[in-house]
């Protein structure tokens, strides 16, 4: 099982830019495809952005495509997420999880979550 810790969450006006981290622990990290999601209030938890074990291949959702970039240091166990022109919409719960394939994360079907980073953007 991988733990997962993400950080960098905050308050940001519109247009702004956050990075946020999702620290890792266990021997699998590397080998694992990573995600971001995110679920804003009353709504249902969606898919941001996957990365897949070596960082060559990167899939993102329409809303957030040329806007977040998906990153990923397995020397540091650590998956980032880059997010400029930052909207309202963007307000949200972000979640990293991890899974064995980049095509489960895009179903929400991750294997190992951590616990949530709040991003405000205010209009």
């Known amino acids: 099982q991988v733990q997962l810790v993400e950080s960098g969450g905050g308050l940001v006006q519109a247009g702004g830019s956050l990075r946020l981290s999702c620290a890792a622990s266990?021997?699998?990290?590397?080998?694992?495809?990573m995600g971001w999601f995110r679920q804003a209030p009353g709504k249902e938890r969606e898919f941001v952005a996957a990365i897949n074990w070596s960082g060559a291949n990167t899939n993102y959702a329409d809303s957030v495509k040329g806007r977040f970039t998906i990153s990923r240091d397995n020397a540091k166990n650590t998956v980032y997420l880059q997010m400029n022109s930052l909207k309202p919409e963007d307000t949200a719960v972000y979640y990293c999880a991890t899974s064995s394939l980049m095509r489960a994360l895009q179903d929400l079907k991750g294997k190992d979550w951590g616990q949530g980073t709040q991003v405000t953007v205010s209009s």
């Open positions: 266990g021997r699998t990290f590397s080998s694992s495809a």
